[in-house]
């Protein structure tokens, strides 16, 4: 069984930092690609970052100079550096991961999502 755990969340004032965590774990074959998307109240799921296995990365247009991310290989873990935080930054934020996993006989594939962290920027 595959599992996601993030973990990071809390409160901030607008132009503060928080680092955002999350762990895979399971019977994982390989990771492909992890990824931070986050839901407002009211609003859709937006993608926020995303870094595959080669480490190249992707952001949304209103993150960009401001969250970084990046993943440690070898622990399974992505981070969410997120640095002057606005209000609007203000979400459930879920992790994904697009990975292979071992069954009973083979490999399968699937896509993952943790239970999401709260991060809430205000003063």
């Known amino acids: 069984q595959v599992q996601l755990a993030e973990s990071g969340g809390g409160l901030v004032q607008p132009g503060g930092s928080l680092r955002l965590s999350c762990t895979v774990s399971g019977s994982i074959f390989f990771i492909y690609s992890m990824g931070w998307y986050r839901q407002a109240p009211g609003k859709q799921r937006d993608l926020v970052a995303t870094i595959t296995s080669s480490g190249t990365v992707d952001y949304a247009d209103s993150v960009k100079g401001r969250f970084t991310i990046s993943r440690d290989n070898a622990k399974n873990t992505t981070y969410l550096q997120m640095n002057s935080l606005k209000p609007e930054d203000t979400a459930v934020y879920y992790c994904?991961?697009?990975?292979?996993?071992?069954?009973?006989?083979?490999?399968?594939?699937?896509?993952?999502w943790g239970q999401g962290t709260l991060v809430t920027v205000s003063s």
């Open positions: 994904n991961a697009d990975l292979g996993y071992y069954g009973d006989y083979e490999v399968y594939g699937g896509d993952y």
